[in-house]
Structures are given as C-alpha cells and as structure tokens.
C-alpha cells in the first residue's frame, strides 16, 4: 500500500510479505482503513397498534389491544484491498450482506371492574383480570462473497454480486440462515383496596409461561419424563399509609405530606437466548469436512450445552418508603430502603471445556441487594419572576452474592483478548460482590539490589558482549516468577507479589481480588431556573468507588505487537541500552542474564518508573496495574431556553414559542486516564462489568431547537 | 338484576374473544418448533445426516488449532529436524516450539477444547448409531454403511485422545456424551487406562469397517486405518513418557504392548492389495499429497486428514511451512545443516524432504547459506490441483526474485491432506517391535526396514546398507530411519520422547550445529546409527561455500542428483577463488562463480563453517528445554480455571 506521495522504493515488501506488522496484529493506518472499510445499515420499521373498549355494564369492561411490529434491518460491509479481511483473501475485496427481520406480535385481553362500591362509601374496590400473549420471531440471513475485481466500488459490487470470482479450486464460503421463535403466554390479575383514601392495599398475581424453557412439547421424539419449566408464578402487596391525612397529623401544619409505603413482591425475568434447554446440531458457518477437496456435509454441535432444568430467575424485593412534603410543597424528601433477593440467577456459567462445550444456562446461585435511596427536592427561591428549583438523589447499594449453588467460587473471563483462552480476570465467590476483578497484584519492578551480581566468565559471550560481564541472579528469599513470565527474570522487569508465600508466582496462587466494578454510592443533582422568559437547567451525576478495569493499558503497555506504539507512561520504562545506543544488559540464553556493573545499572536507570515492556503474550493476564478508580462527577447536560412573550406571540396566532440550546456531556471530573469513565465494554455476560477494551470515547452533542405550538 | 340482551351479548362476545385466545395456551403453544437447531434423535434418524455428524467428528481434527498448522507444526517441534517457530521466543509458536510456554499460551487451550468438542461429536455418534434402525438392518448395504459410521467415530475419537496424551499425558476421559456425565468436573484418567480403552475400541472398529478397495475411495477410515492407528497406539503405550510422579517411566508389561503393534502391522502386511508402499517417493509428495489427490492407487496414506477451504477446515502446511517461492513466505520450520549430513550422498529422501534453496523467477533455484533452510515434502512449487501463483513483485536489482508483479502473497492455506499415518510407518514399526520382542532383529525384521530403505535410494539395492544383527545395532539403525523417511511430518519429536531420547537429541544436536558453526568435523549422534563416513570427515574437506547457477532449474530432472543447481559438492572442499568454476546456466557461459571473493558474490553462500548457524538455530533449539517438565505441555491455565479437579498441573509448570 502506497500513500499518495510516495514512490514504489518507500514501500517495504519485505515488511509486508516476510514479517507480520504488529506480531500478526495487522495494524494499518486509521485513516486509510476508514476510506477502506464501506458499512451500511438500514433499518425499516412498522408498528400497528389497535384495541377495543367494550363497556359491558357500568363497572364493567373490556379492553383488547393488539400490536404487530416488524423491524428490519439490512446490513451492508464491503472491505477494501488494505484491510485485514480482504489481506486474508488474496488482498480482493470481501462483501458481507446480512438481513435481520424480526416481527412482534402482541395481545392483551384485560376485564376490569371498578368502584364496585357506591360514590358515597368510604371504600374503594378495583379488580382487574387479564390475559396476554408476546411472540417474536426473528429471522436472519447473511451471505459473504470473497474475490471481487480490484478496484469495484462498493455500489458496483452490491448491485452486481455476480463479479465475484474465486481463483479455480477454492469456493466462496456457504450462505447461513436462521430463525428462531419465542413465544410467552401470561395471565394476571390485580386487587386494589382502598379506605377512606387513608389506607390503600394492593394485591397483584401474575403466572407467565415461556417457550426460553423447557421441555419442548412439540418435538417429535416425546419429552420423557422431564418436568414444565416454563411457567413462573409471581405474586406481590404493597400497603400505603398517608399519615398526613390523619386527624393527629393536622396540627403539624408544616408537613404537607407524610406518606409510608410498604411492599413486598416477586418479579421474574426470562432474559436468556432460545433454546438454552437443548442441545441441537446444527450446519458449521461456512465448514465442513474437506473429503475430496470440497467442503462435505457436515453438522456439528454447538458451544453450550442444553439444560432441561433451567426456568425463571425471580426477583424478591422489599421495600420501606416514606414520603414527606414540608412547607407547603416547598421541599419533598423521598427515602426508599430496599432488599432484594434474586433468586435462581440466570447465568450462562463455564462449564469445563472436557465436556467438549464451553458453556451452559444454569439457574445458579442467589444475590443480594441491600439499599437506600433518598432524594430531596425543593424550590429554593420563588420570586415574582425568578424560580429555582434543586433536586438532590443518592443511592447506597450493597450487593453480596450469597450462594453459587454446589460451587464456592468460580472465575469468568471478559473475553477481551479475542479468544477465551486468557486467563479468567474476574472472581464470582459467594460472600464477594459482582464485578470483582482478579488477577496478579504488581509490586513495581525489579531493580538491581533485588538481585546479586557476579563475574560472569564465559568464552563466547564474553567475546560476543565484552562489556556485559556481570551475571544477575534473584536473591534468595525473592519469588521465582518463571511460570509467568517468558524472559528469565532480570532488573528492570515487571514484579508481582507472592500471595500465599509459596516463593513461586503462579496464575494458580497468587491471583487475588484487585477491584471492584460496582460503585459505593451514586447520584445526581438537578438545578433549574427560571427568569423572566428565560430558563436554564444543569444535570450533574456522580459515581463514587467502581474501579475500572482498563485493558487497553494491558494491550498498549506490551510489545507484543512489534513496531507497534505503546502509551506515553513507557517513557519511563527501565533501559537495557543506555543513551549512546550501546547494550547494558541481555539474556543470551534460557537461564542467564547478564549486564554491566551494578552500581552503573542503577545508575543508568535510577529515574525509571516503570517495568521493560513485555513481549509475549503473558503481558495481557490480568493484573493489578490494569485496574484504575473511575469515581466521576459528569455536568451531563445543560439546557437555556427562552420563551417568547404570550403578546409577541399571540399576533402571529402562536400560542408559544420557545427556543432552546442544550450541550450533552458538558464536562467529567475523573482521575480515570482512560476515555469515559462510564465504561462497560464487555457486555456479554452479567459477571464482568466495568471492562475497558476499546470502548468508543462518549461525544459532546451541541442541540439547538425550537419549541412552537399553534 | 336485569340482564338486558345487549349485556347478555357483550358479555358473551368478550368470554368468547377471551376462551378463543386461552385456547392458544396449551403447552404446544409455548413450544415453537426449533428450526435453525436439531435434535440429536432426529439427526441419527438417516444416514446422509448421520454421516454428516460423523463429519463434524472429523473436522474437530482440521483447521488452525488441529492439524491445520498447530498440532502438525507448531507442537511436533522442536526436534532433531526440524526447528519450529524460527528464531526467538516471544510469539505463541515459538514458545511452543522452543519449551518456554507456560500455561497461559493461548494456543494450547485452543487445541484442548477443539479435541474435546471433537470428542463430545464422536461420543454422540458412537452413542445413538447403533440404535438406529440402519445398524441392524438386513439390508447389506445399509447395514454395512451404518457399521462403517461407527467404526469411523470410534477411528476419530481414538486418534484425539491419542493425541491429547502425547501432548498432556494424564487427561480426563468419558465415553457417553455429555449430557449423561453425572458430574462435568472430572478428574484426570492415567494415561495407560485410556490406552487400553483406545486399543479395544480400535479392535471392534476395525470389524466394521471395510478394506480400501471395498468402498468410493477418499479421506475416510477404513479397516486399515483402524489396524494402523491401534498398532501405533500400542507402540506409545510401550513406550516411555512422562509420569505425573515425575520422570520418564514406561510400563513393566510394555512388551505386551508390542506384542499387539507387531500382529496389527503383520496382519496389514500380509494384505498388500489394500496398502503398500507407493513406487516412487518423490512420487508419493508431488503426485498424491502436492497434487490434491485423496487417495494413491497403492494405498500409501493410510491415515490422513482431509482440509478443504473453509472456516476451521483448512490447513496452513505448505504456507507457512517450506522455502519462499518469487520471494513469498514460508519459512517457518527451518531444517538444520545437521539433518542434511543425516542421509547419505545416494539417498532421494534428502532432496523430497530437503530444501537447501528458494525457487526465483518461478523455476530457478537460488542456494541459500546452511542457516536458511527448510522442509520440501509440502513444498508450494509442487502444489498442483488447483496450484497457486505467488509472487512478491520483487522485481528490482540485478538479481530480482520474480519478473512478474505481485501477486497472491497472502494467501494462507493451500488445502493440502495432512497424512497421519504411511505404510512405511506400519514396516518400521513392525520391524522395532518385533526387534524389542525377540531382543534381536529377525529376518522379517530386516526385510521390512529394508523395503522402505530400497525405495528410498531408487530401487538400487547395492546402495541400501547392511542392517546389524544386533538389537542395539538395529534399534538405532530404525532411529535413523525414522528421521531419514519422516522428515516434516510431525512424527520424530513424539518418537523420542516414547524412547526417552528427546533431552539428549536437542543438545547432541546443538552442540553438532556449533561444531558446523565454528568448522570442526560433525560427529556421530549416540542414539542413532553412525552418520556416513563421509560426512564426518575433517573440516578441510567439507565445503566452506556451496556456489549455485544463475539459473538452475529447481526441480531436479535427474534423479539423483542434488539438483541442476549447485556447482560444486557438499562432500568436498569448496573450489578456491579463481578456480574458474564456470556458471554453465547463462549464455556465452563465461562468469566465475567463485569470484568475487567477497560476501557480494551473488552466486554463493556460506555452507560449513557459518557463524550465522548459531545466531539462528543452535542459539533457540530446545531453548527452554528442561528434562522431566518439557515432555508434556502444561495443561491450558483457562481449563484449569473452570476445573480445579484438572490439579495437580503437568510436572514443573
């Protein structure tokens, strides 16, 4: 690839052909790969809703109401000469076309019954009985086609999928196609009570069934004797106490409202992929067996393993609340204490891969919330034409897991390092919280008193590095960290701490818990003003106590990828030459390593604030100098309005006008060296928050509008 | 109350609306059909679908992380032969290669799970094919496909588990599916338990399969391959490995053990129709494996694993293995100097698995210096069926490598089969088990190891060497060769290790690279029969240069000859400068190949004597090695993470 500029002699073939920029990482300019890569997505989408009120008698009636939706989204990629697809592929173009439908339908058949009891009476009395179906079916299919000419457009390829054309012998990869359906049937019902508008007392149950669980009671070969996973039943009370209503309460004429609220209730949630309950063969994408050169048919299993037991995860939650309103509504305070139990957690859990699959839906283990909310909000000046209002929120959440089923403990992996074969970096165990990272704590590095030096006499090294004649040895006493590292140990390299003092540094021992993700307390502080026809409103969140856990320091810090640029905090790194360009100290084979005098190795080295960068892949275990505090305040919106004057208005037949600039993400106070503090990057799995991992930097959005109504 | 009619008629519309709807809640409602997945009781329901599965037992041993490239090349070095990985210890294949990996290399824990999703996908196929109606059908034809998938299935499981133990030793084995292992957490199975299983699976498969010349002829196990596999697995069952005590131990009863290699191999040798040896050895690599072909009319490739293009299902040899062709890639897995002194002057085998050069200008060979140089069963210029033109597009200087622009240089994967097990390997193997059995070499012996010695001189019998009487005098007669006839093809690491030999190889073998590094004679490994005389003569008659045509055809057209490139000996002094050692390829013939005298002159390359052999093979090979830890790979950290009954790890890591 030749910039515009340069001539045939500056590119180096021998870069490209021979070695593999980057260690394989096939690192290309940014700029070059955006004009390269061509991706489209479009999304088409409609809704239909209806429903019918039928007033059967005059507390009686019943509402249908129907929707079908439909969402379709067509994804268009092509991939240009230079990028690493179409590298892999005889340096021709690849296109991906991908179609996703997925259609909605929905029923609810609702009877209600209200105010069973006379206008005149003190009680209140509603019930509410009702059915609903949801269905989604979801229908995908994505065709990719390698070998365009060079120098087809993307328009050009996508109108003309014909121009592909293998070289002879190798075939275009197979189309893939799925479709998978989930259907949910739920009856429920509500009771609420009322008396004298003083005592309010609701009662609800709900029973929902799911096709996410087994067994499948369509399938051809029977269901034995397997139990009916699928329904979960959920009931739940609230009561409701509005002191300030009562007769003692008058006197305090200050407090406006004074509210009690008490709940207790069960919710459940069915969030899982289809067909978790079974194990299927199904077509490998684009694979098979090569019997005679050509791909046979061949059908495989998948990577989880079925579970016929897995049903609904159910969350129990109790809940106190009290709300208060003083001064004539001027300041409202709101406090909730909650606990909430999730019972039968839906986790999709590693399972050994000895079982020949890497994971399964298990129904595994509880969790406990523990909390307090409390907000105040108050208007803190009302004047003829200024107006302030504030409102202050904060949230206290303790979460511990409290049983893992059989298990103690187990680890998850984030999977950022593209396969899951890196060592697991977070640490689900019961008594811990969730998003507790794991991995080697980092003690700084090794400097030259941690070793001892002697003369180093060796015939051919000594010819061949006549200055290098000192050996260094670890001091006895000192961890040998051979199983995680590649070099042998020397000065200047990465040190880790030996937890349980076994005098060796292994993944198996001395990883410990080096983070948390989840926060100690959150919350956000709301202001709005208003003066004459201006009005003005600033949004402040803040999060207090979730680590971080920033892999892209791992990724960058390592020279793995060779050539490849590391971050500025490598500056400081320990030098093994010095400033003249000449070798201070060197590893010549397995178990040796050798340097110049020790006081001038020290000497040379004595501003180093960091370890020689790694350069194999053991620089990507997780460890403790990936993990950084990303406590934040974020000003995360700021409005200003103005209205016009109703007499302005009014002439030109408007009946308001308003014109408005808002700034999104206006600024973060964070001691987080990354991007955005507010991080979450690996998603996939509930047990690994607070990752880090090339997560796209938040925008600063500029919004001007008008608001007009006539 | 009253019921007004219209009441009445509201009430009754709104229950029916609702009944009409409750009667969508039967259970088959909340059970929609699972299209894009099927059961595995539907799939063992006919054949076509039970062959497929039996596929997909298969094609857990193609691609990247099976013998696609890691476990034929990156996990089968380093050795006497062959120095995988290149020069250096940072990236994933080095370390495997040079004993530095520790348990978190990302590359062993890929292979381990593919091998066990391979497993699950037999066990699944041994499970449920002998209930399917097929298996005991009275149709012949039926009957005997159904047999034949099973016999397939328990071919394919044997050869991962035999695989997962060469590389891990102790591993945890179940023979159900999944789904029926009460607890998924298992611990470790000794080594010689799941020996014995394979060897008994391997019997009642070969039952049900047929002879090669019985069915359509492709990749598929047949009765041979079955026969093949179990002889080998016996051999490594007697042989040594390394013990979770520590130390390399072998069984008490290992003779027992070569006592059934011996009957499986007798048996396969009194059925020459269905393999034998193929006639011509170059033969062998251009026109079966090179060219694409399934299958040889001889019967040769026993056992092998088929690659085609496709995701997982494809392999890399011959891409990132072999010399560079127009200037394109390869060159990982450089053979030593050493290994070329191994064969003897009259032997074919040196230059089929031997490239002492790259290929420019398409057919040229241009020599390269004793520190760059590589395997050639695979070799890419050979590739035919389809074959794939590369070029680098280096076309400048007055030397260019190709005239031609560039042209495919990344393409990865070539498809070819990766051959596990050759007649020539059931010979061998019979003639050292029957060595070991009897405590001495017997005629059946002899004539065996002499049936792939002749093929490999041409069919010239006077210049096969005589065998020793004795048994050491033969065992280390077969040590070499073994090296002489398998050079490349992922065997000789794993042979040492069954004789407990592999420490002593790496550093014989280094310390024979410094002597060529430094000039002194090479001298006589001591696990092996001597090398020839006359590779082991003093430094004054080995050449210190080797000097090659401008444009000397590559591919050697004379059978026995190193080829039409090189213009002076690798057995005798190099010519002095200004000899007038003329270059025979260019017209009129006029340059001397010997001048200048200077490291400029395009025509030579240092051969003996390079200093350059140490930077770049004897400074790496066996880099980590340490004896009693480096036999086994650790096992993968992340398995260990899911499962801590996998404890205690492999020795030393």
């Known amino acids: 690839m030749i910039l515009p500029g340069q001539n045939e002699d500056t590119y180096d073939q021998n870069l490209d052909v021979t070695l593999n920029p980057g260690n394989s990482l096939s690192l290309i300019n940014p700029l070059q790969l955006i004009n390269a890569e061509y991706r489209l ?213 200050f407090v406006n409202l004074a509210k009690l609220r008490l709940s207790y209730g069960q919710a459940g949630n069915n969030r899982i992929n289809a067909y978790g309950y079974t194990t299927g063969y199904s077509p490998p994408a684009n694979a098979g067996y090569g019997l005679s050169d050509a791909l046979a048919y061949t059908l495989v299993l998948p990577n989880q393993l079925g579970n016929q037991d897995i049903t609904w995860e159910s969350l129990n939650s109790t809940n106190l609340g009290l709300d208060l309103a ?311 919106n700021f409005t200003l309005g103005y209205t016009f004057p109703q007499q302005w208005t009014s002439r030109a037949k408007i009946s308001s006008l308003r014109l408005y600039v808002t700034v999104n993400n206006v600024a973060t106070i964070t001691g987080y060296s990354g991007y955005d503090p507010d991080v979450n990057a690996r998603r996939n799995t509930t047990l690994t928050p607070g990752v880090d991992y090339a997560a796209y930097p938040r925008g600063r959005t500029f919004i001007g509008g008008i608001n007009l109504s006539f | 109350m009253r019921y007004t009619s219209l009441f009445l008629t509201r009430l009754s519309l709104s229950v029916l609306l609702v009944t009409t709807v409750c009667i969508c809640s039967c259970k088959k409602y909340l059970s929609p059909a699972p299209l894009s997945t099927i059961d595995p009781s539907v799939v063992f329901s006919n054949l076509a679908n039970a062959q497929a599965a039996v596929n997909g037992a298969y094609l857990a041993m193609a691609g990247d992380f099976g ?95 035999f695989e997962l133990i060469r590389i891990w030793g102790d591993v945890p084995a179940h023979w159900v599916p999944s789904v029926f292992v009460p607890d998924l957490f298992e611990h470790r199975v000794s080594r010689d338990t799941i020996y014995a299983h394979l060897l008994d699976d391997l019997a009642y498969a070969k039952t049900l399969m047929p002879w090669r010349t019985a069915v359509t002829q492709d990749e598929r196990f047949t009765k041979g391959s079955a026969m093949a ?179 495919n240089n990344n393409i990865q994967n070539f498809q070819l089969n990766w051959p596990l097990i050759r007649f020539a390997d059931i010979l061998l193997m019979y003639a050292e088990a029957d060595n070991e059995i009897n405590g001495a070499p017997s005629a059946a012996a002899i004539a065996a190891w002499k049936e792939v010695s002749l093929r490999g001189h041409g069919g010239n019998a006077a210049l096969v060497p005589t065998a020793p009487a004795d048994h050491d005098g033969f065992f280390k007669l077969l040590v070499k060769e073994r090296a002489l006839e398998f050079g490349g093809e992922g065997i000789r690491k794993f042979d040492l290790i069954r004789w407990n030999l592999l420490g002593n190889a790496l550093s014989e073998t280094k310390a024979n690279l410094n002597r060529m590094a430094v000039g002194s004679p090479l001298q006589s490994l001591s696990f092996m029969a001597d090398l020839p005389a006359y590779c082991l003569s003093d430094t004054n008659s080995m050449p210190k240069f080797m000097f090659f045509y401008q444009n000397g055809l590559a591919e050697n057209t004379v059978s026995n000859k190193t080829g039409a490139i090189w213009a002076n000996s690798f057995y005798k002094h190099s010519p002095n400068p200004g000899s007038g050692l003329k270059d025979t390829t260019i017209s009129p013939v006029n340059a001397d190949l010997t001048l200048p005298n200077t490291s400029s002159n395009i025509n030579r390359v240092a051969w003996y004597a390079n200093t350059n052999i140490t930077t770049t093979y004897s400074n790496w090979i066996g880099y980590g090695f340490v004896t009693g830890k480096s036999e086994l790979y650790p096992i993968p950290q992340a398995s260990i993470d899911a499962n801590g009954n996998l404890r205690p790890q492999n020795p030393g890591y």
């Not at chain 1, 239909?48 to 129907?66: A, M, P, V």
């Not at chain 1, 991939?79 to 609810?108: E, F, H, R």
């Not at chain 1, 069973?116 to 009395?125: E, V």
């Not at chain 1, 704590?441 to 090794?446: A, E, I, M, N």
Request: proline share 4%; with cysteine.
């Open chain 1, 326 to 636: 003083f001064f004539r509504n001027r300041l409202t305070v709101t406090a909730d204490f909650y606990s909430n139990t999730t019972k039968n957690l839906l986790l999709l859990n590693k399972i050994p891969p000895t079982s020949g699959y890497g994971l399964q839906l298990q129904n595994v283990g509880t969790a406990r919330n523990n909390g307090v909310e409390l907000q105040l909000a108050g208007v803190v000046m009302q004047k003829k034409r200024f107006y302030w209002n504030a409102n202050f929120n904060i949230a206290f959440n303790s979460n511990k897991i409290t049983s893992l089923g059989k298990q103690n403990k187990f680890t998850a992996n984030s999977g950022w390092f593209s396969t899951t074969t890196n060592p697991d970096d977070y640490l689900v165990q019961v008594g811990q919280q969730l998003g507790t990272m794991y991995g080697l704590k980092v003690d700084g590095f090794y400097t030259v008193n941690d070793f001892d030096a002697t003369n180093y006499v060796n015939a051919t090294n000594n010819a061949k590095y006549p200055t290098l004649l000192y050996q260094y040895t670890l001091k006895k006493g000192m961890p040998n960290p051979v199983a995680v590292l590649n070099d042998y140990v020397a000065p200047g390299q990465i040190k880790y701490r030996d937890i349980n003092g076994d005098g060796k540094i292994t993944l198996d021992s001395d990883r410990t818990v080096i983070g948390h993700a989840l926060p100690k307390f959150t919350g956000g502080f709301n202001q709005q003003f208003t003066f004459k026809g201006f009005d003005a409103s600033i949004y402040v969140n803040f999060s207090y106590g979730n680590d971080i856990y920033n892999a892209n320091k791992l990724e960058f810090a390592n020279q793995y990828g060779q050539d490849q640029n590391m971050l500025s905090i490598m500056n400081g790194r320990w030098r093994v030459i010095d400033a003249a360009g000449n070798l201070v100290q060197k590893q010549p084979d397995a178990t040796t390593v050798i340097g110049i005098a020790p006081d001038q190795l020290s000497a040379l080295n004595a501003n180093a604030t960091i370890w020689q960068p790694y350069k194999s892949t053991g620089g990507y275990a997780p460890m403790s100098f990936a993990v950084e505090d990303g406590s934040f305040i974020r000003i995360n």
């Open chain 2, 229 to 407: 596999l179990r002889a080998k697995i016996a051999l490594f069952a007697g042989g040594y490995s390394l013990r979770q005590t520590g130390g390399m131990q072998r069984l008490a009863n290992y003779l027992d053990y070569y006592k059934i290699c011996r009957a499986e191999c007798d048996t396969l040798m009194q059925n020459r129709a269905q393999h034998n040896l193929y006639p011509s050895f170059k033969g062998l690599w251009k026109d079966v494996v090179d060219a694409h072909k399934a299958v040889d009319a001889s019967g040769e490739l026993i056992m092998q694993v088929a690659m085609a293009n496709g995701t997982q299902s494809d392999s890399k040899i011959g891409a990132q293995s072999g010399t560079k062709i127009n200037g394109v890639g390869g060159s990982l897995g450089n053979m030593y100097p050493t290994y070329f002194y191994y064969f003897d002057s009259t032997d074919l085998r040196r230059d089929i698995s031997f490239v002492p050069f790259e290929v420019v200008r398409d057919v040229y060979g241009r020599g390269h210096a004793s520190n760059s140089l590589y395997d050639g069963k695979f070799r890419r210029d050979w590739i035919t069926n389809p074959s794939y033109y590369q070029s680098s597009g280096a076309t400048t200087g007055n030397n260019p490598v190709t005239l031609t622009p560039v042209s």
């Open chain 2, 67 to 161: 013998y696609g490239i890691r476990v034929s090349f990156y996990y089968a070095h380093d050795d006497d032969i062959i120095m995988g990985g290149g020069s250096g210890i940072a990236a994933g294949r080095q370390e495997e290669a040079h004993y530095t990996l520790t348990a978190g290399n990302t590359d062993i824990g890929s292979t381990f799970n593919q091998f066990y999703a391979g497993i699950e996908r037999a066990n699944n196929c041994i499970y449920y094919i002998p209930k399917m109606k097929e298996f005991s059908s009275s149709n012949a034809g039926e009957k005997s496909q159904a047999q034949r998938l099973l016999g397939e299935a328990l071919t394919v499981r044997a050869q991962l588990f």
């Open chain 1, 41 to 253: 997505r479009t999304i088409t989408v409609y809704n239909f809703n209806g429903y019918f009120d039928l007033g059967i008698t005059k507390k009686l009636s019943f509402r249908s109401t129907f929707g079908y939706d439909v969402n379709k989204t067509e994804s268009r990629a092509y991939d240009d000469t230079i990028t690493t697809n179409s590298k892999a592929l005889g340096k021709q173009p690849v296109l991906n076309l991908n179609n996703n439908d997925i259609t909605t339908i929905n029923n609810s058949n609702v009877f209600t019954y209200s105010n069973l009891f006379s206008p005149n009476s003190k009680h209140s009395l509603n019930i509410l009985v009702g059915q609903e179906i949801y269905q989604t079916n979801a229908k995908a299919n994505g065709l990719q086609l390698n070998y365009f000419p060079l120098g087809t457009t993307p328009d050009q390829a996508f109108a003309n999928l014909g121009l592909a054309s293998p070289p002879p012998g190798i075939s275009q990869p197979k189309l893939a196609s799925s479709e998978v359906n989930v259907h949910q049937f739920s009856l429920f019902s509500r009771l609420s009570y009322s008396f004298d508008r003083k005592y309010l007392l609701t009662l609800n149950f709900r029973a929902d069934g799911s096709s996410l669980f087994g067994p499948d009671y369509g399938s051809p070969v029977g269901t034995g004797n397997a139990s009916n996973n699928k329904w979960g039943y959920f009931p739940s009370a609230s009561f409701a106490w509005k002191i300030s209503d009562e007769v003692f309460m008058q006197k305090l004429s």
